[in-house]
């Protein structure tokens, strides 16, 4: 005879499981995709490299913030963001970050 413990653990365990892939598969890029220590080293690294043009508040140059970066990006991807950082930015010196800076930069 089969424990009725050893079956309820299973099914706790197929419900956890179950719950994390749903979490895990809502998560979008407005729930945040990144860490709080990454946001705090992509702020020192964009004051760094690229408030120059884009202004300390985002607002400079093509604008980084506000309904026209929205409707730029809304149905993008993340990954085309960062192609277009990496490859474009900083100007005048293109792909010359870091893989980690432009990381940090994107969060």
């Known amino acids: 005879m089969r424990s009725p ?6 099914a706790l365990g197929v419900l956890a ?12 890029v407005w729930t945040g995709v990144y860490t709080a220590e990454q946001a705090k080293r992509g702020e020192a690294a964009y004051g760094a490299q ?7 508040d985002l607002s400079g140059y093509t604008g980084l913030k506000g309904s026209k970066f929205i409707d730029n990006w809304r ?7 960062w192609t277009r950082i990496s490859k474009t930015m900083p100007a ?3 792909g010359t970050l870091k ?3 432009y990381l940090d930069i994107l969060a």
Do not use: N, V
Not at 50 to 56: G, L
């Open 5 to 10: 413990y050893l079956f309820k653990l299973l």
């Open 17 to 28: 499981t179950s719950a994390w892939a749903d979490s895990a598969a809502r998560k979008t």
């Open 50 to 56: 690229c408030s120059r043009c884009h202004r300390d």
């Open 75 to 81: 149905e993008d991807s993340l990954g085309s963001l």
């Open 92 to 94: 005048g010196a293109p």
């Open 99 to 101: 893989e980690s800076e």
